[in-house]
């Protein structure tokens, strides 16, 4: 029989599945190597059908997305029982991603500024999504949105990390491969390079030894260079601190690095060590001068900490202890 396979999406953008479309004819490939037999994005699949499988039937489950509600987290341990192996597949999984930066306020906060704040919402009632509403002899319950954003692996055990936002297809076909030979390395690896993404950088011989940037630049306030090291432009790439892996694919886009393959294995805190290495990189020892170069960086937490803030140490506004 062939390996059974689970893709699922929680809370994302849903980029990651996309990478797995972008395997373009090689997902032929996968599919005849594999059975995927839950893959709700695309195919006609149901939670009953999940929860009919024997424990441990599914070969991997490849779940994409932080935890944000109930019925992510129910799904997530659904797919824990039946899965032998557990995969954190892209940055919202592996460490929170870009709806973990939402850990910066409380669920109130959230709450009311979708439901009562926002310019363009009409809603004099304050009405809210509720868990659980009866009307005319029916009920309805939705999943309940949690204080927090969690990454995969503070919910369930996970297996492996693919990063990126989104993982690229080779990461993803190389995955499946090393699944289907029996090769995949130790449980807790992270399935890509464990070096720096400046080491495999196209414009690596083009960065000088020693920078010392005067001016952080955003992309609209410059005419970019193509061949040139994007630090070396004044740009704000976390290339020295973030995993390689990716190919690359933004500095040949013509765009700084964002970090979204997080850190190496010798990092715990990926925005401290961002914000370390660009730091080191100002053309300045006065005190005074060194904040004014800083302060060209507009919202430090979202720059350093755009992906990982859930699985940062300080992991951003305390929660309310009764979870309101």
């Not at 919402?121 to 509720?130: I, S, V």
């Not at 990063?163 to 399935?191: H, I």
């Not at 720096?196 to 083009?206: F, G, I, N, T, V």
Request: aromatic share 6%; net charge neutral.
């Amino acid at each position: 029989m062939k390996p059974k396979l689970a893709f699922y999406w929680c809370a994302s953008c849903g980029g990651c599945e996309e990478a797995v479309v972008d395997l373009a004819e090689k997902v032929l490939d996968v599919v005849a190597a594999v059975d995927i037999v839950f893959w709700p994005v695309a195919l006609d699949f149901k939670r009953t059908d999940v929860e009919a499988m024997p424990d441990g039937s599914i070969a991997a489950a490849f779940i994409n997305g932080a935890i944000r509600t109930s019925e992510q987290e129910e799904m997530a341990k659904l797919l824990r029982r039946k899965a032998r192996i557990v995969v954190a597949f892209g940055a919202c999984a592996q460490t929170g991603g870009v709806p973990g930066l939402a850990n910066l306020y409380d669920r109130e906060s959230l709450l009311r500024a979708v439901y009562s704040e926002s310019p363009s919402t009409l809603n004099p009632e304050g009405t809210r999504p509720a868990p659980h509403y009866a009307t005319n002899g029916a009920a309805l319950e939705l999943p309940v949105f949690w204080d927090r954003v969690r990454a995969l692996g503070q919910v369930i055990p996970v297996d492996y990390s693919i990063p990126g936002c989104p993982p690229t297809p080779k990461l993803l076909a190389d995955a499946v491969a090393a699944l289907l030979t029996g090769s995949l390395p130790e449980r807790g690896a992270v399935l890509a390079p464990d070096k720096a993404l400046c080491e495999e950088c196209p414009r690596r011989e083009s960065k000088p030894d020693k920078l010392a940037i005067t001016r952080f630049r955003r992309p609209h306030e410059t005419l970019i260079e193509t061949d040139r090291c994007l630090l070396a432009q004044g740009l704000l790439c976390l290339g020295p601190a973030t995993r390689a892996g990716c190919e690359a694919r933004c500095i040949q886009g013509n765009m700084p690095c964002t970090g979204c393959f997080g850190a190496t294995s010798r990092v715990r805190d990926f925005g401290a060590k961002a914000l370390s290495s660009i730091a080191s990189l100002t053309g300045s020892n006065d005190e005074a001068e060194i904040i004014r170069i800083l302060e060209n960086i507009p919202d430090p937490v979202g720059t350093f900490y755009r992906y990982s803030l859930p699985a940062a140490p300080l992991p951003g506004k305390r929660p309310n202890r009764a979870g309101k």
